[in-house]
């Protein structure tokens, strides 16, 4: 069974970065889409960021101009750059593949962003 393994999440200070990974832990013959959600206590998960085949990319107003979605050349793992990141960034953190069987999803990275 395929599993998403994430990495690179933390505590931070306001206005500094992180870098989210998430990667396949065998071959899902290149994501159709990948995607990057969060989710805070009592609160439904939200999209983040998406990136959809070819570089079409999608991003949260809350977000726009400060995340980067990205990907490799195998479309087996997906990143995502935080940069001044902010209070209310702090939640967990999902990936999400869409393969050719399904849905996946990632087991959570909890981000903290607090001074």
């Known amino acids: 069974q395929v599993q998403l393994v994430e990495s690179g999440g933390g505590l931070v200070q306001p206005g500094e970065s992180l870098r989210l990974s998430c990667t396949a832990s065998?071959?899902?013959?290149?994501?159709?889409?990948m995607a990057w959600y969060r989710q805070t206590p009592g609160n439904e998960r939200e999209l983040v960021a998406a990136?959809?085949?070819?570089?079409?990319?999608r991003y949260a107003d809350s977000v726009r101009g400060r995340f980067t979605i990205s990907t490799n050349k195998a479309r087996d793992t997906v990143y995502l750059q935080m940069n001044s990141l902010k209070p209310e960034d702090t939640a967990v953190y999902y990936c999400?593949?869409?393969?050719?069987?399904?849905?996946?999803w990632g087991q959570g990275t909890q981000v903290t962003v607090s001074s």
């Open positions: 999400n593949f869409r393969v050719a069987w399904g849905d996946l």
């Open positions: 065998a071959n899902i013959f290149a994501a159709k889409a």
């Open positions: 990136l959809a085949s070819g570089a079409n990319t």
